[in-house]
């Protein structure tokens, strides 16, 4: 089934009365006007829209749909060759028995039927009107089929961003589940502290950045510094330092964008690490960019390098839908650091 003809619907039939409508209506007025002659003009219009209608739609949803689209373009030349004979046959005998025997009247002499001028200028009009109205009808067309294509890519792009965040945490609840559970065997005096801390994040991520496109970069903040103190229960020593440089009151990010960034240094340095050590430095360059860093300690024998989780691979696929090209994200190694460096452009407080 062609596309044209699966969207013959699409344009609601009220606009199709419309279109027909205000088309009669200016011919009627504009021959009227011309032969002063608006009974004539009424009566004559009556017959061709008679015909240009059923031609048109014909044309559309059966000879385009059956032969265009099928590459058949000499049957479509032969099918519409044949339409347009029938037209004029049938605008010929109208013309002839309803309105005069003259069946050119705006003419300047009288013609009978099958001259060659008058069948030349009746095919002519009906393929001016063919493609008049087919073209209205194919951009409206057009323009619907755009707009559902747009909002079918905007659905896809949230489905997907939807799914990359959901695959952010559910290893992390697990884990601070787990270290619960090893608390309460100890029947640690730290489980009420980790219970409110867990309950924040999960606040967080469960509904406070649920179909949101862009959160305060503060709040993210926050999220990372309650999810830092949760981890420290699974490291004895680590030393977390966040460092803000500029003022980021008005600044907007993607939800859950650098915990992956946080879960690689936490992941990566705490490997055979007894002093693990953090910084998280955070700044606005210029009044457009956002860099957002983290370095780590690690042990030497380790090769970061080659380590990738499915956490930053997810943040590259994130990045890529939301700044296209638009940002960057480098990872390095130096002396006894893992460095990870993210900018991508402010999206400030409307």
């Known amino acids: 089934m062609s596309k044209i003809k699966e969207m013959k619907f699409d344009i609601k039939l009220q606009n199709h009365f ?8 200016l011919n009627f ?13 009424f009566k004559s219009n009556i017959i ?12 559309l949803f059966v000879l385009v749909p059956r032969y265009v689209l099928k590459s058949k373009y000499f049957k479509y030349t032969i099918a519409l060759l044949l339409s347009l004979m029938s037209i004029y046959l049938l605008k010929t005998g109208l013309t002839y028995y309803i309105i005069s025997e003259n069946i050119w009247p705006e003419a300047n002499r009288e013609y009978k039927p099958f001259e060659i001028n008058h069948i030349v200028a009746v095919c002519i009009g009906e393929l001016y009107v063919l493609a008049m109205a087919s073209s209205v009808y194919l951009t409206l067309t ?13 659905n896809q792009f949230k489905i997907k961003l939807k799914y990359l965040k959901n695959q952010i945490q559910p290893h992390f609840f697990f884990n601070t589940l787990n270290n619960l559970y090893a608390l309460s065997l100890e029947s640690s005096d730290k489980i009420p502290d980790v219970i409110i801390k867990l309950s924040k994040v ?6 406070d950045v649920q179909g949101t496109k862009f959160v305060p970069l503060i709040k993210e903040i926050d999220y990372l510094q309650n999810y830092i103190e949760i981890e420290k229960l699974r490291f004895e020593n680590v030393e977390v330092t966040i460092n803000i440089e500029s003022n980021i009151d008005e600044v907007k990010v993607p939800p859950l964008l650098f915990i992956s960034l946080l879960e690689n240094a936490f992941k990566h340095g705490g490997l ?19 860099h957002f860093e983290i370095l780590n300690n690690f042990v030497l024998s380790q090769n970061f390098k080659t380590k990738k989780g499915i ?40």
């Open 272 to 290: 055979n690490n007894d002093n693990l050590k953090i910084k998280i430095n955070c700044k606005i360059i210029g009044d457009s960019i956002l």
């Open 29 to 41: 007025l504009r021959w009227g006007a011309y032969f002063n002659d608006y009974e004539y003009s």
């Open 202 to 207: 999960m606040e967080y991520v469960l509904y």
């Open 142 to 154: 057009w323009l619907k089929e755009r707009d559902r294509n747009r909002a079918l890519r905007e």
């Open 311 to 350: 956490g930053l691979i997810n943040t590259k696929k994130r990045l890529k839908l939301i700044f296209k090209n638009n940002y960057t994200l480098e990872q390095k190694v130096k002396f006894n650091y893992y460095i990870i460096r993210l900018q991508i452009p402010i999206h400030n407080e409307d």
């Open 48 to 59: 061709e829209f008679a015909l240009h209608i059923p031609l048109v739609y014909f044309n």
């Open 18 to 25: 419309w279109f027909w409508g205000l088309y009669f209506l």
